[in-house]
T-cell receptor
């Protein structure tokens, strides 16, 4: 099966940089994804890494090290609207990589 | 391009009642999914459909049935609702780029907030 570990909560101030780590265990790797979810909202896709290295999309970057089964989401120039839950996720090999297994989520609180 | 749409947005049922949650996507995606999310919890997969005409159980399928009506539509049915099915239900569809090397994205609908009394 698959399991993912993330910190439960992270706090930061506006303008700062925050890193949310994710370690995973999986029988077959297909890529690491990151999703954002605001309270009362639907998850929205942020980033995806299939290969080692850093992917940058605006203020958000995501990093993957397959040898360490580790990734992180880096959020720069934090804004109040970044307060949300962030989930890392991997595909389940046992379902032909159909099922997306989510971590328990990291709640990010951005203060003024 | 509306993405993934779900109806209804809110629903209150009495124990034992049945209902169908509707989901449609206009992005020509093959794979579609149904999740539930309980307060303060992560997403749990109920059922998925890898392509038109196929459906498979996820982590928590008991008490639910699904129909992949066509490529666009994937419905979730509660035959006899129970209070334990009170949750937010999300439908999603998936696109893959270059066999997964360039991208693998799930698009979620806005959700249906279901309360079973």
């Amino acid at each position: 099966g698959q399991s993912l570990e993330q910190p439960s909560e992270v706090t930061a101030v506006e303008g700062a940089i925050v890193q949310i780590n994710c370690t995973y265990q999986t029988s077959g790797f297909y890529g690491l994804s990151w999703y954002q979810q605001h309270d009362g909202g639907a998850p929205t896709f942020l980033s995806y890494n299939a290969l080692d290295g850093l992917e940058e999309t605006g203020r958000f970057s995501s990093f993957l090290s397959r040898s360490d089964s580790y990734g992180y989401l880096l959020l720069q120039e934090l804004q109040m609207k970044d307060s949300a839950s962030y989930f890392c996720a991997v595909r389940d090999k046992d379902t032909g990589f159909q099922k997306l297994v989510f971590g328990t989520g990291t709640r990010l609180l951005v203060s003024p | 391009n509306a993405g993934v749409t779900q109806t209804p947005k809110f629903q209150v049922l009495k124990t034992g009642q049945s209902m169908t949650l509707q989901c449609a996507q206009d992005m020509n995606h093959n794979s579609m999914y149904w999740y539930r999310q309980d307060p303060g919890m992560g997403l749990r997969l109920i059922y998925y459909s890898a392509s038109e005409g196929t459906t498979d159980k996820g982590e928590v399928p008991n008490g639910y049935n699904v129909s992949r009506l066509n490529k666009r539509e994937f419905s979730l049915r509660l035959e006899s609702a129970a209070p334990s099915q009170t949750s937010v239900y999300f439908c999603a569809s998936r696109t893959i780029e270059a066999g997964g090397y360039s991208g693998d994205t799930q698009y979620f609908g806005p959700g249906t907030r279901l309360t079973v009394l």
